[in-house]
């Protein structure tokens, strides 16, 4: 049965397109686009790259060979995924090249592509980040969840305290590389998270179906997807294949795909290929992150309900079964939402108190810095909702913030962020001591000395905004429905 194939991904070129544009018109509107003309002065694109065009297999041996990676058996399923095996880059180049020399020998001219092998989620630049392979576009850098990752840990038992250092869980930027007839099964990205991915070489066609018709991919029960769309999908077991609508693309060398949140997309190598792909979530897709962690959180209980009279500790076993599946639970989502908010409120003290420029106010900056906040303080409320109880003490003292050196870090590449996205804006502080003063300034008359829960990071957004003297001009909106890009934001005196 053929798919029905109703929309073609846009082509746009990136450098006629601004920051501002690329967030209204794709991150906002949540699209899929293919953007061209970002990776010119990419090291990877010299050196992993032939003349003739194809991977440079031999560099990747020489230079990285000993690296151990996850390779996808493109024919062999295990549940919904293809099974994983793990080898040096060496060995896998090894197999390639003996594919490759196997498909051009007229005897083997049909290869068995049962025993395609496909190299994913290599975490290329945490494993060599002095070889700088690439630039993230900037389109892509307001990136809470890698930027997070270099200084955090994403979860940690707070029972055992152990530190894990896999280097599974390190970041999400990745290179992907296989030959022709590689695939990825469909699927929707990890936390429901953007993507971007950037082909140094070859070529991929690419099949999405947007949020809306998800449902129609899934079985009665909505518990088991497609795994595959152009295997012969049963009717019975999925009544509404036949009416997805499916959006397609082919991008070529040196092109850039856009994958918005929650879109489900099967991906096929259709030449020898290598591509790096983030994954990646800030304010815009944030709920997108919540909405499913709450999805994931209810299936986890209600498929250990039946032990739960037996359990000592209900709650604390889903939780842990949530943060093994998913990659994070509740708690790991509020710290990293209350260090955001930290980070941001920090942020907006410094530019405003610099900035004497009147004209800050209204600036881009300080609109993103609001929008960031008030993101964070929408999905506190709905984790409050929940009425799951989280709870993470977290001091607001000074002294105590300024002894984190990985949250300073993370509040200097906020920053320097925030300057590329729109502009260098001049900030004039003493780092450290500046930094303590202002967080006296902002916390001292804060009700607690620390906060722990959702609620109370309602609040502390909602005190800070106060205590910096902000409103969006004209009324007061409800929460809800308090930002509004266009809106003008005021200094209240
Ligand atoms: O390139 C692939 O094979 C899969 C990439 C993907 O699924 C993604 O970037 O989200």
Same mark, same amino acid.
């Not at 992907?176 to 998270?193: N, Q």
């Not at 993507?195 to 066609?205: E, R």
């Not at 709450?294 to 299936?299: A, E, H, R």
């Not at 000592?312 to 790991?332: I, S």
């Given at each position: 049965?053929?798919?029905?194939?109703?929309?073609?991904?846009?082509?746009?070129?990136?450098?006629?397109?601004?920051?501002?544009?690329?967030?209204?018109?794709?991150?906002?509107?949540?699209?899929?686009?293919?953007?061209?003309?970002?990776?010119?002065?990419?090291?990877?694109?010299?050196?992993?790259?032939?003349?003739?065009?194809?991977?440079?297999?031999?560099?990747?041996?020489?230079?990285?060979?000993?690296?151990?990676?996850?390779?996808?058996?493109?024919?062999?399923?295990?549940?919904?995924?293809?099974?994983?095996?793990? !080898?040096?880059? /060496?060995?896998?180049?090894?197999?390639?090249?003996?594919?490759?020399?196997?498909? &051009?020998?007229?005897?083997?001219?049909?290869?068995? @592509?049962?025993?395609?092998?496909?190299?994913?989620?290599?975490?290329?630049?945490?494993?060599?980040?002095?070889?700088?392979?690439?630039?993230?576009?900037?389109?892509?850098? $307001?990136?809470?969840?890698?930027?997070?990752?270099?200084?955090?840990?994403?979860?940690?038992?707070?029972? =055992?305290?152990?530190?894990?250092?896999?280097?599974?869980? /390190? $970041?999400?930027?990745?290179?992907? !590389?296989?030959?022709?007839?590689?695939?990825?099964?469909?699927?929707?990205?990890?936390?429901? =998270?953007? =993507?971007?991915?950037?082909?140094?070489? *070859?070529?991929?066609?690419?099949?999405?179906?947007?949020?809306?018709?998800?449902?129609?991919?899934? $079985?009665?029960?909505?518990?088991?997807?497609?795994?595959?769309?152009?295997?012969?999908?049963?009717?019975?077991?999925?009544?509404?294949?036949?009416?997805?609508?499916?959006?397609?693309?082919?991008?070529?060398?040196?092109?850039?795909?856009?994958?918005?949140?929650?879109?489900?997309?099967?991906?096929?190598?259709?030449?020898?290929?290598?591509?790096?792909?983030?994954?990646?979530?800030?304010?815009?897709?944030?709920?997108?992150?919540?909405?499913?962690?709450?999805?994931?959180?209810?299936?986890?209980?209600?498929?250990?309900?039946?032990?739960? &009279?037996?359990?000592?500790?209900?709650?604390?076993?889903?939780?842990?079964?949530?943060?093994?599946?998913?990659?994070?639970?509740?708690? @790991?989502?509020?710290?990293?939402?209350?260090?955001?908010?930290?980070?941001?409120?920090?942020?907006?003290?410094?530019?405003?108190?610099?900035?004497?420029?009147?004209?800050?106010?209204?600036?881009?900056?300080?609109?993103?810095?609001?929008?960031?906040?008030?993101?964070?303080?929408?999905?506190?409320?709905?984790?409050?909702?929940?009425?799951?109880?989280?709870?993470?003490?977290?001091?607001?003292?000074?002294?105590?913030?300024?002894?984190?050196? /990985?949250?300073?870090?993370?509040?200097?590449?906020?920053?320097?962020?925030? *300057? !590329?996205?729109?502009?260098?804006?001049?900030?004039?502080?003493?780092?450290?001591?500046?930094?303590?003063?202002?967080? @006296?300034?902002?916390?001292?008359?804060?009700?607690?000395?620390?906060?722990?829960?959702?609620?109370?990071?309602?609040?502390?957004?909602?005190?800070?905004? &106060?205590?910096?003297?902000?409103?969006?001009?004209? =009324?007061?909106?409800?929460?809800?429905?308090?930002?509004?890009?266009? &809106?003008?934001?005021?200094?209240?005196?």
């Amino acid at each position: 049965m053929g798919l029905k194939i109703e929309r073609k991904v846009e082509r746009v070129n990136g450098k006629d397109l601004s920051y501002t544009q690329f967030v209204q018109q794709y991150l906002v509107q949540n699209q899929p686009v293919i953007l061209t003309g970002l990776m010119e002065d990419w090291r990877a694109c010299k050196d992993w790259i032939l003349e003739d065009g194809k991977p440079n297999l031999q560099f990747f041996s020489t230079h990285f060979g000993n690296s151990k990676v996850q390779v996808a058996d493109c024919g062999a399923r295990e549940c919904m995924e293809q099974k994983r095996l793990e !080898m040096s880059v /060496s060995e896998f180049i090894e197999k390639w090249v003996q594919l490759s020399s196997s498909r &051009e020998s007229i005897s083997n001219e049909v290869s068995d @592509d049962k025993s395609l092998l496909y190299l994913k989620d290599w975490h290329f630049v945490k494993e060599y980040p002095e070889y700088c392979a690439y630039r993230t576009p900037l389109f892509f850098c $307001d990136d809470w969840l890698n930027m997070y990752l270099d200084k955090y840990d994403m979860h940690t038992d707070p029972d =055992s305290y152990q530190k894990k250092n896999e280097i599974s869980c /390190s $970041d999400y930027r990745f290179v992907y !590389m296989g030959p022709k007839g590689t695939w990825t099964p469909l699927h929707a990205d990890v936390f429901r =998270s953007y =993507s971007w991915s950037a082909n140094v070489c *070859g070529k991929k066609q690419w099949f999405f179906l947007s949020p809306s018709q998800h449902h129609l991919v899934f $079985d009665r029960y909505m518990t088991n997807a497609v795994y595959d769309i152009f295997d012969d999908v049963s009717e019975t077991k999925f009544p509404g294949f036949k009416e997805a609508i499916w959006w397609e693309c082919t991008q070529e060398q040196n092109e850039i795909i856009f994958v918005p949140s929650g879109w489900y997309h099967q991906v096929h190598n259709q030449e020898d290929t290598i591509s790096i792909n983030h994954n990646w979530f800030n304010a815009y897709n944030l709920s997108w992150v919540w909405d499913i962690l709450l999805t994931d959180y209810k299936q986890a209980r209600d498929l250990l309900e039946d032990i739960k &009279e037996i359990c000592d500790d209900f709650e604390g076993l889903c939780q842990r079964n949530l943060a093994a599946n998913t990659g994070m639970n509740f708690r @790991d989502f509020l710290v990293f939402m209350m260090r955001f908010a930290f980070a941001n409120l920090f942020q907006f003290h410094h530019l405003g108190r610099s900035g004497k420029n009147p004209l800050f106010w209204s600036s881009q900056i300080a609109q993103h810095i609001v929008f960031n906040l008030q993101s964070i303080q929408r999905i506190a409320l709905k984790m409050k909702s929940v009425g799951v109880c989280t709870h993470h003490a977290f001091s607001l003292k000074p002294s105590k913030i300024l002894e984190d050196h /990985s949250f300073m870090e993370l509040f200097t590449t906020l920053k320097k962020n925030y *300057g !590329m996205m729109h502009g260098p804006f001049e900030i004039v502080y003493e780092e450290k001591m500046g930094l303590c003063s202002d967080m @006296d300034a902002i916390f001292c008359d804060f009700t607690n000395p620390s906060i722990g829960s959702s609620e109370d990071l309602v609040q502390l957004i909602d005190f800070g905004f &106060e205590k910096l003297g902000f409103v969006a001009s004209k =009324s007061l909106p409800s929460r809800k429905t308090r930002y509004n890009p266009e &809106e003008q934001l005021m200094c209240r005196d």
